[in-house]
């Protein structure tokens, strides 16, 4: 400490005095700043950093997620492929499954012809036949028949016919009094075509063949009566001399070949005349159930 006899340095003056208090406050404060400045862009710089990062790794990610999603695609189809199909769990479903079928033959349509010949004794005489009206449905057909050769006065006899097809609508008997058969007669005639005898038919009991009338639209040889009604062109004749349509045939048609047998009767006229015509080829056209 000093003595009382030393001497004492003058104090500074106040204006030097302020002169430097400001300058080292200016100095702090700037070193302040620099510090601040400082610390905030090492901030930034670390924020700026973890947002890059946090985006490449979101990127990263994102990349990951659609590479798996592209090898899961990719292993499916590879599955898929190598896969055998079991046909057993596959289900086709026909639109006409509920719809009644059958197998009539193609030959059966409007318009189809036949051409062949019909034996009465000795006599054969050339027959043409022509369908006109088709309805399976309801079996039965309508047509004309034609036959060459029977009269000097009538070379050439046409008559319209129809028939009734055997099966779910009508019984190989004949139901109709005046055509002049019976159960017996009925018998004779269709035990004359071979095909019929092999169907068990049971001639005692005709509810027993249920099974043959139901079937009888898909079986191969189609069995139906054909009854003349009238002359064409002129149906108000009812009786030609040397000639008879007053009767009807038993036919037995194939229905795979199109060719039909037949057997004409008539309680007054020569027994089992034998009708044998083929189908001609493309004579009809698409079902049409009306004619001229």
Known sequence: MPTPNSKVPPLAEPEEFHRKLKNCLKLSV????????????SDMSDTEESDYSQKESEEDLKGKLHTQQQQRRDRSLSD??????????????????????????????????????????RSIYEVRVDLKEVDLKTSFLTGF????GLTESHPEITTFFRAEIIG?????????????????????????????RNLDF?????LANDEIYKNAPNDEFLYMRWKELF????????????ASFAG??????????????GLYFHKCSDKFQQLELSHIPDGGVSPSYEYA
């Open 30 to 41: 700037s070193q302040d700043e620099v510090l601040v400045s400082s610390s905030e862009s």
């Open 80 to 121: 898929k492929t190598k896969r055998p199909i079991d046909s057993s769990s596959l289900e086709i479903i026909d639109p006409f499954a509920n719809s009644q079928s059958s197998t009539f033959s193609s030959f059966l349509k409007p318009n189809s012809s036949f051409i062949g010949s019909q034996q009465s004794g």
């Open 248 to 261: 009807f045939y038993y036919i037995c048609f194939n229905q795979l070949t199109g060719s039909i047998s």
């Open 231 to 242: 002359l064409v062109p002129d149906a108000t004749v009812k009786d030609i001399r040397g």
């Open 168 to 196: 779910p609508q009508y019984s190989f008997y004949t139901n109709h009094t005046v055509w002049g058969s019976s159960k017996r007669n009925d018998l004779q005639h269709w035990g004359r075509f071979p095909s019929w």
């Open 202 to 206: 049971n001639t005692e009991n005709d």
């Open 145 to 148: 028949l034609t036959i060459h």
